[in-house]
């Protein structure tokens, strides 16, 4: 392990400041992606949540699609 971390030292030094700047932000994407894959989602939990919200959802889309329809026939009217 401490060879390969000096060889990467060694490389970073050749590299010049656009390159250091993509290496920046490849670290950055690893530790998101780090932290992201260390969060758990309980599938049992969410679906729950989506059972318990989903009628509800379901109710607010179709008011909002017959008031959309509301407004287009008002503007075919114009």
Request: glycine share 2%; charged share 35%.
């Amino acid at each position: 392990m401490i060879v390969l971390k000096e060889v990467i030292t060694q490389e970073l030094n050749n590299l010049n400041e656009q390159q250091l700047q993509q290496v920046a932000d490849f670290l950055a994407f690893l530790r998101y992606k780090n932290r992201v894959a260390s969060l758990k989602i309980d599938e049992r939990q969410m679906a729950a949540l989506y059972q318990e919200f989903g009628e509800e959802d379901r109710k607010l889309a179709e008011e909002g699609i017959d008031e959309y329809a509301k407004s287009l026939h008002q503007e075919d009217l114009r």
